[in-house]
């Protein structure tokens, strides 16, 4: 009887024991380094294309839940440049922009899109940023 209990014990504070892994995802498939290439503005009717962008921005997601960027993530060109860190949510794949207006956050949705990573802004039309991996 004694181990039977013990063994209920253990078992019942083995499942009532829950790390948050909202923030987290070691097995994430976009983990690590990622370079800008283009960028995508629909003007409403759909013939936006992807535009070649010039310059080095950068995009890192860690397993500790967070996105570092070499440039403020609300401005899809890659300018106001600098170092920042936003959240991101592995299971809804999106970022939680904290760099864009000290009002609101907003949230930007990933994807994959064969090899490269695609960030959906929150836009009337379609509006993108598409990148490659780098590491």
Request: charged share 25%; with cysteine; net charge neutral.
């Given at each position: 009887m004694k181990k039977f209990f013990f063994v209920l014990v253990t078992?019942?504070?083995l499942l009532s024991c829950s790390e948050d892994?909202?923030?987290?995802?070691?097995?994430?498939?976009?983990?690590?380094?990622w370079k800008m290439i283009e960028t995508l503005i629909d003007p409403g009717d759909g013939s936006g294309t992807y535009v070649p962008v010039s310059g080095e921005y950068f995009l890192e997601f860690f397993p500790d839940g967070t996105v570092g960027t070499n440039y403020m993530l609300c401005t899809l060109s890659g300018t106001n440049t600098g170092s920042y860190i936003s959240p991101y949510f592995a299971e809804e794949q999106y970022i939680q922009s904290q760099t864009c207006n000290a009002n609101q956050d907003f949230?930007?949705?990933?994807q994959m899109n064969g090899e490269n990573l695609i960030l959906n802004y929150p836009?009337?039309?379609?509006?993108?940023v598409k990148f490659i991996r780098i590491n």
């Open positions: 078992i019942s504070m892994n909202s923030r987290k995802s070691e097995t994430n498939e976009f983990l690590g380094k949230q930007i949705y990933y836009c009337i039309e379609a509006c993108q």
